[in-house]
Each structure stands twice: as C-alpha cells, then as structure tokens.
C-alpha cells in the first residue's frame, strides 16, 4: 500500500503567542513607606530647642549682670578710693624685767607699756576695726614672748588718728638661762630688739553700712629699744590675709 504524503509543518507568524501559556507576572519595585515624625518626637524637639534658648539667654544675662557689678565696682572705687590703714609703733617701755634662776630652771617676770598710732587716711570712708590681738617678744633669733593682750573693736572716722595703749604682763614664765641674761643685758643697753605682732579684721564703712571685712596682721619688727627711746615711730607692715564673708 502506498502511504499517505506527509503535511507540511506550518511555521508560526512572527509575534505569535500561544494563548494557553500563562502570562508571566511583571514584578514592580515595592513603594517607600513615607516616615513621619511622631507627635513626641515634636515636642521633644520644642522642649529641647526651648532649653537651649534658655541656657543662652540665662548666660547672656548673667554675663551682662558681670559687667554691671565690674563697672560699678571701678566707678566706687575710683570715686572712694580706699587706704589701708597706716600703723606706727608710737611707743615702747619695759617696766620690769627680772629673770630668776631656780634649780628647775629659770623665770620671767616682766611688764611692758606701749602705743600704737593708727591712722586713717581716707577722706570719705571710716574703718570699723574688730577685736586687735597683740603680741609682744624681743630677742633675735628666738625670741621670747614678753606677754599678749587683746584691744577692743572701735570705729575710727575718715582722716582720723588713734593712739592706743598696750600693757601687757608676764609672770613665772620658763625661759632658757642664756636667753634671760641676753633680755637683761638687751635692756640695760639698749640693743635689745622689739617685736611687736598685731592681727584684727577691718572693714569699710560708708553713711554707717560696713562692707566686708578683711583679715590683716601688722608687724613692727626688728625695732631696737634705744631707738625708740629717742622717740622714733616706726612705720609697721600690713599683710592681708582673706576676706570673710
């Protein structure tokens, strides 16, 4: 038997799609989620710009409050012009000075007199002085104390001078042989050296309000006794120690 011809295979048209295939999925880029700034981290930002224009502001405030003090205080002081005090040893006497050898030593009796003269010299501001503590020893090298005592607080007005006594009284005191024979010796020729020590606090006054006070020690040191005699004052030294609120 003779086979059937064979068909021919027809080819397919150009852009034919088979319609049984499944259409492919077309994949598109995912959309950005929009952030937005939560109702707290709104106000954090208010609290915390709110700070900073605090802070700015209190130190604007105070730095203008700095130069306000600083710019009154120069217009005071240029128009008060405040002194320290000036201290003279006026005078100084020792009225007895005995040393007494005993066989557990030796022993000081004495007794001293003087003056200091303080002056003020400022021209619109008085001084209010507190309690004044002097000290008084003579002697070089190591000295011996010849006694202590303590003057009153007082007020002194502007451009004013004040002399005040000082007494002071030693009984029974062990001292060392060779310095009670230097003290008597010192005495009777009178190259014996004086120290006189003082510490108080002063202070300012002005129409009566008194400003802060200030510590200060006076020293009138290294004085011998034939000079004062003769009548001269010495000018004292004047430390500031701190002030005191």
Not at 131 to 139: P, Y
Request: hydrophobic fraction near 40%.
């Amino acid at each position: 038997m003779t086979e059937p011809p064979l068909k021919p295979v027809l080819q397919k048209p150009p852009g034919y799609k088979e319609l049984n295939l499944a259409a492919q999925p077309v994949v598109r880029p995912s959309a950005r989620k929009l952030i937005l700034p939560s109702p707290m981290n709104q106000k954090n930002k208010k609290r915390r710009s709110f700070c900073r224009g605090c802070c700015c502001f209190l130190c604007f405030f105070l730095l203008v409050l700095i130069v306000v003090a600083v710019a009154a205080g120069g217009v005071l002081y240029l128009w008060f012009e405040p002194k320290l005090p000036v201290f003279h040893l006026q005078l100084f006497r020792i009225l007895k000075l005995n040393v007494t050898d005993k066989s557990d030593g030796s022993y000081l009796n004495a007794r001293t007199l003087g003056r200091i003269e303080i002056k003020n010299p400022n021209s619109k501001l008085s001084l209010n002085y507190g309690d004044i503590e002097i000290k008084i020893a003579a002697g070089e090298g190591t000295q011996t104390e010849l006694g202590s005592t303590i003057l009153r607080s007082f007020v002194q007005s502007n451009e004013n001078k004040t002399s005040l006594k000082i007494e002071t009284i030693v009984s029974n005191e062990t001292v060392d042989s060779g310095a009670g024979r230097k003290l008597i010796s010192g005495n009777r020729t009178g190259e014996l050296i004086v120290n006189v020590g003082a510490e108080t606090k002063i202070g300012y006054m002005v129409n009566g309000r008194r400003m802060l006070p200030v510590k200060i020690e006076v020293t009138c040191g290294g004085v011998r006794l034939k000079s004062l005699n003769r009548g001269d004052m010495p000018k004292c030294s004047i430390h500031l120690r701190r002030w005191f609120l």
